[in-house]
C-alpha cells in the first residue's frame, strides 16, 4: 500500500468539512449574484415556551412535539414519544399560501387542486367518473379571477372563499402588478388576510422569533426596503410589534415549496412549526400538501428527544452543488453526519489522486448534465461510455471514476436503464446493482426507481436464463436475492406513497376542504 495514502477514517471530521466548505464558500462568491444575504440569529423561540405552547396546540400533531434548543441552529422542534417509519407527525394550516410558481394555470389558488392525472397517489389508475373519462382527459378546469386576471380557482365555491378570506383585497394590488415575485405574493396575501382579521395577534407575536434573513438585498427580490415600504403604503397594516420589512424577510427564509407525490401541484407554503424544523441532508422527516394543508411524515424511525429535520435542497445533489444551495438560498453550513462523511471522502480522494477541488467540482457539473442527457441522447451505449472516459480522464488520469463519488451511482441506474431497453439484461444488473449499492440515501421514490431497475434486469435475467425454474444452489442464491429486492421494493414503495387514504379526484379535494374549515383552528385562523 502506498505510504503516503490518506485513509478518510483518519481525517477529523470538523477539518474536512471546514476545508471542503472554503472551497464551497469560494465557489458561491464566484457565482454571479447580487448581493450575498445575511441572516438573522436563530429566532430563540425556545425561551418562551408559552408561545411554544401556543404553536403546537394549534396543530393537528399526532405525536406529542416540544421546541427545544437545537445542536444544529437555534430553536428545533424535537419528538417527545416514539414515531415509526413513515408514520404521520402533525397537520398543519399555514400562516399563508400560494399557488407554486408556472403553476397558476393548472392549479387552483384556493383548495390547491390540480387536474388529476392518470394514476391515484395510490400508484392504481383513478376510477373512472371520478374526474377523467376513459381517455384520462380530465374535466377539472379553472377559471381566472375576472377582475385581476391573475388567480384562478377550480370552482365558483373556492373563488368565494378566497374572496371572503384574502382575495377582495390582494386583488386589487394584484391588477397593477401581476407579475409580482412570488415571495411579494406571498406578503400581499398575508397583509390581505390581516386586514380581514384572518391573522390572529399571537401568530404576528411570534413572527418576529422566526429564522429570518436581514439586509435590504437579495437576489431575487432585488430591494426589500422597497418592497416592503410599497406594501406598507398599500396595505397600512395595523399591527406594530414588526415592520412590513421583516415579515418579507421571514417569506423570504421560511417559505417552502411543496410537491406532492402522485399530484401535479406545486403550492409555496409558509407554517410556522414546519419553519421550525432544520435542515439536515439525511433527513428524518418530509413534508408534503393536501389541498389547503401541510402535512408532516417520518422517513426513519424517531425516538423520544429526537430533532426533527427536513432537507432544504435537492438530496440527490453531490455535496458541493448542496453546499453551494444551502449558502446562497438559506447562508448556511451543513455539519450534518452526511456531508462530514461526505467532506472527508472527498479530500481524502484529493488528497491521494492530487486534484483541485474547485476543478472537481467543474468536472462534477458537467458530469451531471452528460448524465441528464444521457436518457434521451442517440448516441449507442458505447459511445457514451467513450465520452465518459473523456470526462473522467479529466479528473483522475488513471482510473474509473469511484462508484461512490457523486453522480456515479445514479449514472449506473441510466447506464442499466439504457442495457435493459437493448435486451442486454446481465450487463443491465450489474449496473443497476453497482447503483443500488453507491446510492447513500435509500428512501423515497428515487430509491424505489433503482430497486426497480435492478428488479427488472434480474427478472429478465432469470427468464432468459432460465434460472426461475431450474434448480441448483447458484439458481436458488439468485431467486432469493430477487425476492430479497422485490419485498424491499414493496416496502419502499408503500412508504413512498404518502397518502393513507387515496383520494380519487380535485372535486372530492375541494369537498374535504371545505367541510374541514372551521374544524382545524389554525395559526392563521382560516
Ligand atoms: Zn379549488
Ligand atoms: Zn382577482
Ligand atoms: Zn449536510
Not at 469560494?26 to 448581493?35: G, I, M, T, V
Not at 391588477?175 to 406571498?186: C, D, F, K, L, V
Not at 430479497?484 to 387514504?501: C, H
Amino acid at each position: 500500500m502506498d505510504p503516503n495514502y490518506i485513509d478518510p477514517r483518519n481525517l477529523t471530521a470538523h477539518g474536512a468539512v471546514h476545508e471542503v466548505q472554503s472551497h464551497i464558500q469560494q465557489l458561491s462568491e464566484n457565482l454571479d449574484l447580487a448581493a450575498p444575504i445575511k441572516l438573522a440569529a436563530r429566532g430563540g423561540i425556545f425561551e418562551d415556551q408559552d408561545q411554544c405552547q401556543w404553536l403546537l396546540r394549534n396543530l393537528d400533531a399526532v405525536v406529542a412535539l416540544e421546541i427545544l434548543p437545537s445542536e444544529i441552529h437555534g430553536s428545533g422542534l424535537f419528538t417527545k414519544q416514539v414515531i415509526p417509519e413513515g408514520a404521520e407527525i402533525f397537520r398543519s394550516t399555514p400562516l399563508v399560501s400560494i399557488v407554486g410558481v408556472g403553476q397558476d394555470a393548472t392549479v387552483c389558488d384556493y383548495c390547491y387542486a390540480s387536474s388529476p392525472g392518470m394514476f391515484a397517489p395510490d400508484g392504481n389508475f383513478r376510477d373512472l367518473g371520478s374526474g377523467i373519462d376513459i381517455h384520462g382527459n380530465s374535466n377539472f378546469e379553472i377559471k381566472r379571477c375576472v377582475q385581476c386576471g391573475v388567480c384562478a380557482y377550480c370552482s365558483e365555491d373556492c373563488r368565494i372563499m378566497a374572496w371572503a378570506k384574502y382575495h377582495s383585497y390582494e386583488c386589487e394590488v394584484l391588477r397593477i402588478h401581476p407579475y409580482a415575485h412570488s415571495w411579494t405574493r406571498m406578503l400581499y396575501r398575508l397583509l390581505s388576510k390581516q386586514k380581514l382579521d384572518h391573522i390572529s395577534d399571537q401568530a404576528w407575536a411570534i413572527l418576529p422569533q422566526i429564522w429570518g434573513l436581514v439586509g435590504e438585498r437579495h437576489p431575487a427580490v432585488s430591494t426589500i426596503t422597497e418592497t416592503a415600504l410599497y406594501a406598507q403604503t398599500l396595505f397600512q397594516p395595523t399591527f406594530t410589534n414588526i415592520s412590513v420589512e421583516l415579515v418579507l424577510c421571514r417569506i423570504i427564509m421560511n417559505a417552502m415549496p411543496i410537491h406532492t407525490p402522485g399530484e401535479d401541484s406545486r403550492v409555496s407554503m409558509f407554517d410556522l412549526v414546519a419553519s421550525l424544523a432544520n435542515h439536515s441532508c439525511d433527513p428524518n422527516a418530509f413534508v408534503f400538501h393536501e389541498g389547503r394543508q401541510l402535512r408532516m411524515r417520518s422517513l426513519k424511525p424517531l425516538n423520544p428527544g429526537d430533532e426533527i429535520t427536513l432537507s432544504y435542497v435537492n438530496l440527490r445533489a453531490g455535496m458541493i452543488p448542496r453546499g453551494i444551495a444551502l449558502r446562497n438560498s438559506n447562508s448556511f453550513v451543513c455539519r450534518c453526519d452526511r456531508c462530514e462523511k461526505e467532506s472527508k471522502y472527498l479530500l481524502s480522494l484529493a488528497r491521494n489522486e492530487g486534484f483541485d477541488i474547485k476543478q472537481f467540482a467543474k468536472v462534477e457539473s458537467e458530469f451531471d448534465e452528460f448524465k441528464k442527457g444521457a436518457c434521451n441522447s442517440n448516441d449507442t451505449i458505447n459511445k457514451m461510455k467513450a465520452s465518459l472516459a473523456n470526462l473522467t480522464r479529466t479528473m483522475f488520469p488513471t482510473r474509473p471514476w469511484p462508484l461512490n463519488l457523486y453522480p456515479m451511482g445514479s449514472m449506473q441506474i441510466v447506464f442499466a436503464a439504457l442495457y435493459t431497453n437493448s435486451d442486454c439484461h446481465d450487463t443491465a444488473a450489474i449496473h443497476s446493482l453497482k447503483g443500488c449499492l453507491a446510492e447513500t440515501f435509500r428512501s423515497g421514490h428515487i430509491w424505489v426507481n433503482h430497486l426497480h431497475t435492478l428488479l427488472t434486469a434480474l427478472r429478465a435475467l432469470m427468464l432468459e436464463e432460465e434460472i426461475a425454474w431450474v434448480n441448483s444452489p447458484g439458481t436458488q442464491v439468485l431467486r432469493d436475492y430477487f425476492n430479497g429486492v422485490l419485498d424491499e421494493l414493496l416496502v419502499q414503495s408503500r412508504k413512498a406513497t404518502v397518502y393513507s387514504v387515496a383520494r380519487s379526484g380535485g372535486g372530492r379535494v375541494c369537498d374535504e376542504v371545505h367541510d374541514g374549515a372551521g374544524k382545524n383552528a389554525s395559526v392563521g385562523g382560516d
